[in-house]
């Protein structure tokens, strides 16, 4: 599921499901996601989805070009998805992608370059999960990572992001039973 400013989404057997404020056609949900869909996410007034295959779709509020996908995204295979407020933001082959107008000429920090298994995007921030465990996290518009607690500096296993802060969940990955 997902909360966008006066929208939902939710998956329903693969399928996007959408409802609320539909002013940008946020929730006029495209053919293309509704099947095959593994994840979600909400801006203030756009929807991203993933596909099991590593297709981003966006639809919804562009007026900073937040739904049209970069090429570097587009043509490969991603494994995350994050909608910030008007920008969007995904993971292909371990590196951050990020677009909208707030951030077309995103340069990611280098930590956020290789290696990242997460992302959630805030108002204005950009948090990261890398395979390491540690979250960093950045604001819009500039490179520099900002301080984190050390507490999220390593056994992070999920982090989410709301209008101006972070969550981290950390603990010790369970063995399977």
């Not at 939710?10 to 404020?21: C, I, M």
Request: proline share 3%; charged share 15%; glycine share 10%.
């Amino acid at each position: 599921m997902a909360a966008g400013q006066f929208f939902s989404l939710a998956l329903k057997d693969g399928g996007v499901t959408a409802w609320g404020d539909n002013r940008y056609q946020q929730t006029t949900v495209p053919e293309d996601a509704r099947s095959g869909i593994t994840a979600v996410s909400a801006g203030a007034y756009h929807a991203l989805a993933l596909t099991d295959a590593g297709k981003v779709i966006a639809w919804g509020d562009n007026r900073s070009k937040q739904t049209d996908i970069p090429a570097a995204v587009s043509s490969g295979s991603a494994t995350a998805i994050a909608a910030g407020k008007d920008f969007s933001v995904a993971v292909v082959g371990g590196r951050v992608y990020a677009w909208g107008t707030k951030v077309a000429t995103q340069a990611v920090p280098a930590l956020a370059q290789s290696k990242v298994t997460q992302v959630a995007a805030g108002y204005g921030s950009i948090t990261a999960l890398l395979d390491s465990g540690r979250a960093i996290e950045w604001k819009v518009n500039t490179t520099a990572v900002t301080t984190v607690p050390t507490q999220a500096n390593t056994k992070i296993q999920a982090i989410s992001a709301g209008a101006y802060h972070t969550l981290t969940l950390r603990g010790d990955l369970q063995p399977a039973q």
